[in-house]
């Protein structure tokens, strides 16, 4: 049982409950044009030349799951204590979720609870074989607007049918929107997520504002970075996003 990833970075935030160690998958099948993974998109290993610091590094492998296991059972205490866990992240998670359930089968063998990050563009069957080992999914929501989930490779219809059998299936959904300029951040494209996604019956959202981290990552990769010149949102055009959102869901955001 080979996986295919790029890091695992412990005692990260920002990713579910507690202190968490997140695994980061090859491989995509979205393109998000703000992605701040772009080592991820390809399922094949990405040379990262960081011609500043003179440093050439290949991520990206293949390992079997009992290799990886020790690291990811290291900070164990730590998880237990604060409620926290192993995410999965990527890339796109999902499109490996015969070997994931595997692993998450092998975690849950020593108490550790798994979320899983996805943008849900796969099909059903491929939950399937997760729901009842995770704890959650933490289920990225781009857009309302099919032919913008065209532009970056996904499908807006597999998108809600997915969500809303999670939903029917008892799945613990968190449900996260990046906001993106020109993207989802009008009063328009807000609208049009609010309504689907309340239709469905979400209560709350988590909303992920843009930024540019991943900016050199692009520059390594050789990349074209489309919104490197993009602006952070301001802190009233947040008010303003906020309040919109707020009419439709309980809304969690970190600023
Ligand atoms: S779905 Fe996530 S990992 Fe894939 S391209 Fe979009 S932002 Fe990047």
């Not at 011609?51 to 730590?78: N, R, S």
């Not at 563009?121 to 080992?133: I, Q, T």
């Not at 970075?225 to 439709?248: G, P, R, T, V």
Request: proline residues 3%; negative net charge.
């Amino acid at each position: 049982m080979l996986l295919n990833i790029s890091n695992i970075q412990h005692f990260s935030t920002g990713d579910g409950e507690g202190i968490r160690t997140t695994v980061f998958f090859k491989g995509c099948n979205l393109r998000c044009p703000w992605c701040h993974n772009p080592e991820n998109l390809s399922a094949a290993p990405s040379v990262m030349r960081y011609k500043a610091i003179d440093k050439t590094e290949t991520l990206g492998k293949k390992v079997e799951i009992e290799d990886i296991l020790p690291e990811l059972l290291e900070d164990k205490d730590f998880f237990l204590q604060s409620g926290g866990g192993v995410t999965l992240s990527g890339g796109e998670v999902m499109l490996q979720a015969d070997d994931v359930a595997v692993l998450v089968k092998k975690l849950n063998e020593y108490g550790i609870s798994v979320l899983i990050d996805t943008a849900g563009c796969v099909p059903y069957k491929e939950f399937e074989k997760l729901n009842s080992l995770i704890q959650g999914y933490l289920f990225d929501f781009k857009t309302g607007n099919a032919q913008n989930y065209k532009e970056i490779g996904g499908d807006l219809e597999t998108v809600m049918q997915n969500l809303t059998r999670l939903i029917s299936d008892g799945a613990n959904v968190q449900v996260r929107i990046p906001l993106i300029p020109d993207f989802n951040t009008d009063e328009g494209s807000i609208l049009e997520i609010c309504e689907r996604l309340k239709a469905i019956g979400i209560g709350e959202v988590e909303l992920l504002p843009f930024h540019r981290l991943g900016s050199a990552k692009y520059e390594a990769l050789g990349l074209d970075y489309q919104y490197k010149n993009y602006e952070l949102l301001s802190e009233d055009k947040l008010d303003e996003i906020i309040k919109q959102y707020s009419k439709y869901f309980k809304v969690i955001i970190e600023r």
